[in-house]
């Protein structure tokens, strides 16, 4: 885990680089931080089985969040669902 979540930090903070020193060219860098999709990829492990997850949000709703976020160039896009009850 520890090797995963730094990797996804260093890649946070490098689309916000980006997304700054990019700005002036008009170029987009959308950073889309999505939680576990129930697409049914982790019962098909290839060794192994996958960890308890909670209950993913539907491969109709991560795809409507990238939409949503491409057509509103946020910048950050989390899915509905994960934003509800944040202030």
Request: aromatic content about 4%.
């Amino acid at each position: 885990m520890a090797d995963y979540a730094a990797a996804k930090a260093a890649l946070a903070t490098w689309l916000a680089s980006a997304r700054r020193e990019l700005r002036r060219s008009r170029v987009g860098v959308l950073e889309i931080c999505l939680p576990h999709v129930g697409s049914g990829f982790a019962g098909r492990a290839v060794t192994g089985s996958a960890p308890a997850l909670p209950p993913g949000i539907s491969v109709a709703e991560a795809v409507d969040t990238i939409v949503e976020g491409m057509r509103t160039d946020v910048g950050v896009m989390e899915p509905a669902e994960s934003r509800r009850g944040r202030s």
